[in-house]
């Protein structure tokens, strides 16, 4: 039951370059999705959300896309910095019904090279 | 900035032991979570807690699992009779409402069933 996919298990890019995440999704209810950031040993960090009612959100370096006719979100981040290195991880979650359970995706691994 | 704390960091007990996992919220927090993540697999749900009683569980969250908010401030995870399955990272979060809002998680216990 993959109702979250995040395909690319890992993903390089240099320092000030930008990195794209990508995210898909299968549940058509889904109405809200967030980005979470983790670095070993601690939990997960959240760093952005979109709702279903809008397309783009951004918050300094960091932008959520969503594409809601393709089942698709893509998380941007510019300049990516070494820092930026950590496991991302894609949720979602439907408004109401569900009480806000997270569905994680598999996580990418986003390595940022100096 | 506020954040969730969970105890212990790393927990090992013999199978078929009991074993309680402790968090504390975040204190205007009225939401609280318990997911899990088995080496290697997805961050997956098990229990939300709102208002002193379980709002929706997952089909992992079965008879052997139970959660409580003993005080004002703890929120605990106990699993009677553990398994070697149950060996994953149990993570603790809480949010300030359902619906539109990120849930913040803490770093985490390691539970390890010998």
């Known amino acids: 039951d993959q109702q979250v996919k995040q395909n690319s298990p890992s993903l390089s890019v240099q320092e000030g370059r930008i990195s794209i995440l990508n995210c898909d999704y299968t549940n058509s209810m889904f109405d809200y999705f967030l980005w979470y950031k983790k670095y070993p040993a601690e939990g997960p960090t959240f760093l952005i959300s979109i709702s279903s009612i809008k397309d783009k959100n951004e918050d300094g370096r960091f932008t959520v896309f969503l594409n809601k006719s393709a089942k698709h979100l893509s998380l941007h981040i510019v300049p990516s910095q070494p820092g930026d290195s950590a496991v991302y991880f894609c949720a979602a979650s439907v408004y109401g019904g569900s009480q806000g359970n997270l569905i994680f995706g598999k996580g990418t691994k986003l390595s940022v090279k100096p | 900035e506020p954040e969730v704390t969970q105890t212990p960091s790393h927990q090992v007990t013999q199978m078929g032991q009991e074993v309680i996992l402790r968090c504390v919220p975040i204190s205007n927090h009225l939401y609280f979570y318990w997911y899990r993540q088995i080496l290697g697999q997805k961050v997956e749900f098990l229990v939300s807690?709102?208002?002193?009683?379980?709002?929706?569980k997952s089909e992992i969250f079965d008879d052997q699992f139970s959660v409580e908010r003993p005080d004002g401030s703890n929120f605990t995870l106990k699993i009677r009779s553990t398994k070697l399955e149950d060996s994953a990272m149990y993570f603790c979060a809480s949010s300030p409402e359902q619906g539109r809002q990120p849930q913040h998680f803490g770093d985490g216990t390691r539970l390890s069933i010998l």
């Open positions: 807690f709102y208002n002193n009683e379980i709002s929706e």
